[in-house]
């Protein structure tokens, strides 16, 4: 989201005529399609796979532990006989839920606060933006793991809840930055004199003209909260109830299944976590590209 300054964040233009290019070379940007493609294949396993396979219940032990891949058991069993490709569909669902509750609520605060600070400007600025550098350079990570410590039930909408309010800083700030440039032009300036109110232009005038910056914005905040959260898993600090990504490596590595040579354990949550996030980071670098005529491939 490097170049969004000059060409995404633009005056008001024809709707139908920016969309329409925008989807023209969207669906010609090979890594836009790419990542947006690995993204939906996983959530689709993720949301159907328990609905039209027959899975046995992830956390259910099995009679043939530490079974290898094969036609009964794809990504074969765990220790105890558990069924990992049970564990891996239900745990991508788990995985992309934290995602988008905590990119979600952070998403929502980082535009309150930088859309607030932005147009308004003056004290309001001064404070919303101190309050943004307080929560910025707050230990995120290590406020976290006191806080699910200290929880005698953790679940995965009060994990979610929880990097949501510690990780909008950043992008309250890039919005603010944007607010500040489109404050100042014609059409802003047009509805202020046409006596709309504050809330009124910044939902109808400037966000509209920053969908695009603030779409991006989203993705980044739900990749990072999927990373944040399967860290969280794998050091024993995830949700007390059900099966993530993030917990699938945890369980692997308190059972020794890297020194038991159990690779089929550990291996696909690692991969299905790389391949989240990545193909979301690479799907972001394709949206840059489509909504910057100044990257596009010709």
């Known amino acids: 989201m490097t170049a969004l300054t000059e060409t995404s964040v633009r005056e008001a233009a024809p709707g139908g005529g920016v969309r329409r290019e925008a989807l ?7 890594k836009l399609v790419a990542g947006f493609g690995i993204v939906a294949v996983l959530l689709l396993l993720g949301l159907a796979g328990p609905l039209v396979l027959d899975l046995a219940e992830p956390g259910a032990y099995g009679t043939r532990p530490m079974a290898p891949p094969s036609a009964e058991h794809w990504f074969g069993t765990t220790t105890f006989g558990q069924d990992v490709f049970a564990q891996f569909v239900y745990g991508l669902r788990t995985t992309f839920a934290v995602g988008a509750l905590g990119g979600g609520i ?5 535009m309150l606060v930088g859309f607030t600070a932005g147009y308004r400007g003056g004290l309001v600025d001064e404070v ?3 309050l943004t550098n307080i ?3 707050i230990p995120t990570l290590a406020v976290l793991l006191i806080i699910n410590a200290y929880l005698g039930i953790r679940s995965v909408a009060v994990q979610g809840l929880f990097i949501g309010l510690t990780s909008w800083p950043w992008a309250a700030r890039a919005i603010r930055a944007q607010t500040f440039s489109l404050r100042t ?14 809330p009124k232009i910044i939902f109808r005038e400037v966000a509209p003209n920053m969908s695009s910056y603030l779409f991006m914005t ?3 905040l739900f990749g990072g909260s999927i ?13 007390t109830e059900g099966i993530s990504l993030g917990l699938m490596l945890q369980n692997a590595n308190q059972w020794s299944a890297m020194q038991l040579g159990l690779w089929w354990w550990f291996l696909p949550p690692g991969a299905g976590i790389t391949a989240i996030v990545g193909a979301l980071y690479v ?3 394709g949206l840059d590209e489509v909504f910057n005529p100044k990257l596009r491939e010709t």
Not at 24 to 30: D, K
Not at 106 to 110: K, P, S, Y
């Open 24 to 30: 023209y070379f969207a669906v010609r940007n090979g």
């Open 106 to 110: 952070a998403a929502v605060i980082a």
């Open 128 to 130: 919303l933006t101190m």
């Open 135 to 137: 929560v910025l350079v």
């Open 185 to 198: 032009r014609d059409f802003v300036a047009l509805a202020r004199l046409s006596g709309a109110s504050t």
């Open 218 to 220: 989203f993705i980044l």
């Open 227 to 239: 990373l944040i959260a399967s860290s969280l898993d794998f050091i024993g600090l995830g949700p």
């Open 283 to 285: 799907a972001n670098v």
